[in-house]
């Protein structure tokens, strides 16, 4: 059993954003640093990879469908239907690196302390690649859990790029937000698990030194548009939810 846990998530190959939280006295103080998926999918992927893996075993790294992606386009697989950023940072890719993000498990069940057993997960626990919000029906959520062992009472996603904090039929749900590609506010979102606690927590930092930084160290062709748009946060938190709200099974009723 651990006594802290700091979670990261959808860093999305933006190494700046990774070093601002990553230099907080309580990441830097945790027992243990989860990043719960997609990790690489962004303008600098063996960056961030080479940064993850010097946590060392403080570290664990959980599957997004991001990196599914990426190991799949690196083998040739998917292409027609990728994005350009997803193709490129693929190709970028070595092959440690595509072992690394093919060998990612998901979802990942740990001890905390004051939490008992959390599991940590993308999407949900079920699927990576599964959307809940934070106002998903308690029916969807049941759908969700089916499978989930009674004992596990909290339950730590990420996928949407927002953070939020809610109980679903007594269980706690949590998503950390994200790193490198916010949605609705600037910063890297995280979270810190302690004492039986949640903290949401957002690192400012200069947001355009972010930019200039990621487009000075990035061989991406259209890195400027891309860091712009995501680090400032262009995409607010209303229209994500419109987008990823039918995903969730709302359209059908």
Known sequence: MVASVAVLSDIHGVLPALEAVLAEPEVMAADRIVVTGDHAAGPQPVEVLDLLRSLGDRAV?????????????????????AWEIDLWAAR???????????????????????FGKVVFCHGTPRDDNEVVLVDTRLERWAEVFADLPDDVRTVVCGH??????????????????????????????????????VQIRRTPFDLDDAVESVVGRSGYHDCRSWAEHYIHAVTTDAEAVTVFGPRDGRAGG
């Open 61 to 81: 790294l959980v599957r997004g469908n991001a990196d599914r992606d990426l190991v799949a386009l690196s083998r040739g697989e998917g292409i027609e239907d």
């Open 92 to 114: 970028q890719l070595r092959d440690e690196d595509v072992k690394l993000l093919a060998d990612l498990p998901h979802p990942v069940t740990m001890e905390v302390d004051g």
């Open 160 to 197: 949407t790029h927002m953070p939020y904090v809610r109980l679903v039929d007594e269980r706690l749900v949590v998503n950390a937000g994200s790193i490198g590609m916010p949605y609705g506010r600037t910063g890297g979102h995280w979270l810190l698990l302690h004492d039986g606690q």
